[in-house]
């Protein structure tokens, strides 16, 4: 049973018409479960609420289940939105997936591939996802029918298949792929212009969208907090955006207590009204600055950050109780 479904589809059915989705999706075949999250998101947005979200690295399966232990015994909460990426062992995260939509959470992907011309079957995030990538072999990506292109429209339908399973499945996907793009770190960011990132994002949203059919996807533009960090720094979003055209979400990451305002006010400008999150956190906000920041839809913490170093019992009480933040209700609490 589709529990979540039937959930969201209810929720949305239930708004008023000012609170329907003021943006329908970017695609406009989107199946009616993926348009029945987004209107639910967009109504959570309108009544002032947050839905908690954690991410799951399968690298890191004790940091994860000593998370949800972390938040539990703190708040006596659970996070509602569920985060896997592809990058590693879609199989699994596909098959995880799947269960944790059949309990009733949210499901939200993101995919940490490596360089087009890597072939090893594993991630290797240092040398490959975060290796270099010169720009003359970028040019050559974006070039449609050179060799690093038709190798990067491998790599992209590799991992449709595991994205088609889901939408087999009837499970829409808050979508978040080449996540911090406007950071210098992976070899897919901090290309500016209109042969930078933005042309590879339209480039993935047609191969998604217009061959694989995958309608189950709802868009989410992932950038990181602007920094400037030698050596650690992250451009202003706007550089990187591809455009309202091609992103229903947009979102960013905050990590090492950097709340400023600026990081949520400069997504609520550049989105002109679409749903803005944080795709990703280290440590918590407190409730005084997340209040000021009431357009985020979402907010997920990173496997591992639930240690004290980071995020306190206290801390995580604090936020995972307040009265707007939408946790996940087991079916004997419906």
């Not at 969201?8 to 989107?30: D, E, F, G, S, T």
């Not at 799951?56 to 004790?62: S, T």
């Not at 309990?103 to 087009?116: A, D, K, Q, Y």
């Amino acid at each position: 049973m589709k529990r979540v479904f039937f959930l969201i589809l209810a929720l949305a059915l239930a708004a008023p018409a000012v609170c329907r989705a003021q943006y329908p999706p970017v695609n406009p075949n989107a199946t009616s479960e993926a348009r029945a999250l987004l209107a639910s998101l967009y109504k959570s947005v309108s009544e002032g609420k947050i839905i908690s979200a954690l991410h799951h690295n399968q690298l890191q399966l004790p940091n994860y289940l000593n998370d949800l232990d972390r938040i539990e015994d703190a708040s006596g909460e659970i996070p509602m939105i569920w985060g896997g990426d592809l990058a590693w062992d879609a199989a699994q995260v596909v098959r995880i997936a799947k269960h944790e939509y059949d309990r009733g959470h949210i499901i939200t992907l993101m995919w940490h591939v490596n360089r087009p011309f890597d072939r090893t079957p594993r991630v290797d995030f240092r040398n490959q996802t975060q290796g270099e990538f010169t720009d003359a072999q970028w040019q050559e990506l974006v070039t449609e029918g050179t060799r690093m292109n038709r190798m990067w429209t491998e790599q992209v339908d590799s991992i449709a298949v595991y994205l088609k399973q889901l939408k087999d499945m009837h499970i829409p996907v808050l979508w978040r792929p080449y996540h911090e793009m406007n950071g210098e770190w992976f070899w897919w960011g901090w290309r500016k212009g209109p042969d930078g990132f933005t042309k590879l994002w339209k480039m993935l949203y047609h191969r998604l969208v217009d061959v694989h059919h995958l309608d189950n996807l709802i868009w989410v533009w992932n950038a990181n907090a602007p920094r400037d960090i030698p050596g650690d720094t992250a451009m202003s979003y706007e550089l990187f955006y591809p455009g309202n055209d091609y992103v229903d979400v947009l979102a960013t990451d905050v990590y090492n207590r950097d709340w400023r305002q600026s990081h949520h006010d400069q997504l609520v400008e550049l989105g002109q009204g679409k749903l803005i999150a944080l795709g990703e956190l280290g440590s918590l906000p407190t409730p005084e600055q997340l209040a000021g920041m009431d357009k985020f839809a979402w907010f997920m913490i990173w496997t591992g950050f639930t240690a004290d170093r980071y995020n306190t019992l206290d801390d995580l009480r604090a936020i995972f109780t307040l009265p707007n933040v939408v946790n996940y209700k087991k079916p004997n609490n419906r």
